[in-house]
Each structure stands twice: as C-alpha cells, then as structure tokens.
C-alpha cells in the first residue's frame, strides 16, 4: 500500500504538533536577530547604557532616594524591561513587516504549519532575544552598579512574560502593518508610550489620581514594576497581582494573533 493510501485524508504525517516545523522556524527566527547582533543586541545595551548615565548625571544628584533605594538603582529594572520588550516586539514585528514587503511571506504559510505551531515559532524568537538582552544588562548592572537581583527567579519570570507579551504584540503590529512607515507609527504611537509611561522612570505613586488609575490598566506597567521588585526588592504593586493581570493580557494577545494565523488574516492574497 502507498503512502498516501496509508493515512486518512486531513492527517498529518508528522503527528498532531510539527515539531521539526515549529523547531525550524524558531531557528530561523533565531538565526535573523544573531546574524546582525551588532544592530539587535549591541545596539540595545549601549542605549540602555547611555539612558543609564544621562538620567544618572541629569537627575539622580537632586532626585534622592525613591522607595529607599538610590535613583539609579530604582530605574535600573526599569531600563532593563523598557529594552527588553522593545526588541522583543521588534523582533517579531519586523520579521513579519520584512517578510510581507519583500513578497516572501508564503515561505512561511506554505508549510504544513498549524496557525499554533507559527505562533510558538515566532514567540521562540522575540522571546530569546529579549531573555539574551536581559541578561547582559543585568551582567552590566552588577559589574557597574553592584545590583544582585533580590528574587531572580521572580525576576525571570517577569522578563519572560514581558518578552512573550510584546513578542505577541508585535506579531499583531506585524500582521496589521503592511508598510515600514506603518510599522514605525504603530512603535511611535503605542509601544514608546507603552514603555515609558508605565514607571520605568519614576514611581506611581506620584502620579495625580485620573493618571494613576489609567497606569494600572496597563499590562506594561507590571512588567516593569515586577521586574523591579525582582531585582530590587521593591514595588509599587502586588507582584503576584501584576504577574497575574499581565498573564492574562498576554494570554488574550496570543489569542488573537493564533486566530490571526489559522484564517490568514492580512496575510494572505
């Protein structure tokens, strides 16, 4: 009997989840970001440097403590997170917005791939990238500043979540955009708001009442304020509260973006 006379029309001869595919995708994904690490992960760590030494210089002098802590250990965690999801959203997004401006994006429908499986794939690659630059900020901040994180594992936590959060995101961003100066209003207009008005340069609680709420409807601002408490010790938040609330706008996200790839929407011709 042939091959094809071996299983029932539908069926996947690989077997329910095409591990080989979602693996070959998060490579790829993977490979795209460490063939220019110049660009993708240098370039980060010597903006998170110098947003380090301005504020440090600028500010920290005449600010004094914030939550008992010197002001560039407070914004430090900040930092870290703000350029953690930055380029896990940059990665995601620009490799689909790439892929639909060259006209190559069947490469990827093509395969015998489940709306799922490119999902993880994608998700594999915005989410290593954000943990690869993580850690060496977090190397930089204990060489430079001494900061050993008081709950790393807490800390992890946040970060993966924060870089499975915007990688999502950016899955969405990448699928909606068609053009590059799309892609740039979408980055300019949402995600830079997203990450600096979340507390990654000042504490909440200074915030007047109508803005203080509007914060705490935004997952990034958990993020952030998670990682803080991770490396820090302190927080302006329940940290199990923010995880849980930025869990669930993940999960939601992610949601979307796998009902995005099962139908093809804006994807397909």
């Not at 060489?143 to 999502?168: C, D, E, K, N, Y």
Request: proline share 5%.
């Amino acid at each position: 009997m042939s091959d094809i006379q071996d299983y029932a029309p539908g069926t996947r001869r690989f077997g329910r989840i095409n591990w080989l595919g979602v693996q070959t995708l998060a490579k790829r994904e993977i490979l795209r970001f460490a063939n220019v690490w110049t660009q993708t992960l240098l370039a980060p760590l010597v903006t998170a440097g110098l947003f380090m030494v301005i504020f440090t210089i600028a500010i920290g002098p005449r600010r004094g403590d914030v939550m008992g802590v010197s002001f560039s250990t407070f914004i430090a965690p900040g930092i870290l997170m703000m350029t953690v999801i930055q380029n896990a959203f940059a990665n995601t997004s620009s490799s689909l917005v790439i892929s639909k401006v060259q006209g190559n994006i069947v490469d990827t429908l093509m395969p015998p791939l489940s709306g799922g499986e490119m999902l993880v794939g994608y998700l594999a690659g915005g989410i290593t990238r954000g943990l690869i630059v993580a850690v060496a900020i977090a190397s930089a901040l204990w060489l430079t500043l001494g900061i050993v994180p008081a709950h790393p594992l807490g800390a992890l936590a946040f970060v993966f979540l924060g870089a499975g959060f915007m990688s999502a995101l950016g899955i969405l961003a990448g699928i909606f955009a068609n053009k590059f100066d799309q892609m740039a209003a979408i980055t300019n207009f949402i995600v830079t708001p997203l990450a600096f008005l979340s507390g990654t340069f000042y504490s909440v609680e200074a915030l007047p009442p109508g803005l203080y709420q509007i914060t705490h409807l935004n997952p990034v601002f958990y993020l952030i304020d998670g990682v803080r408490w991770g490396v820090i010790g302190v927080s302006d938040s329940n940290p199990l509260f923010g995880f849980g609330f930025a869990f669930v706008a993940t999960a939601l996200i992610c949601a979307v973006a796998w009902v995005m790839f099962r139908t093809g929407y804006r994807l397909k011709a």
